[in-house]
């Protein structure tokens, strides 16, 4: 892994993460970092971050392996 230049995701504060299954009548997510479809009964890994601004926001990944991809420092 080598380190990234994209200086925004420095700034971004991870405040919380978690594993999360998406239960029926759920809307379901796409990976933030491959593009996939969540549907319900999968297992996902979703995040909270607040960015610069104090604002917050969820990030949702299909994998572990795809958030990892997208923050390498969580
Ligand atoms: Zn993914």
Do not use: W
Request: a negative charge; aromatic letters at 8%; glycine letters at 6%.
């Amino acid at each position: 892994m080598e380190a990234s230049s994209n200086t925004a995701a420095a700034e971004l504060n991870i405040q919380n993460k978690s594993t999360r299954i998406l239960v029926g009548g759920s809307p379901s997510y796409r990976c933030d970092y491959c593009g996939q479809v969540i549907n319900e009964q999968i297992r996902f890994s979703g995040v909270t971050i607040r960015d610069p601004n104090g604002e917050i926001t969820e990030h949702f990944f299909c994998e572990e392996k795809c958030m990892t991809s997208q923050y390498p420092d969580i």
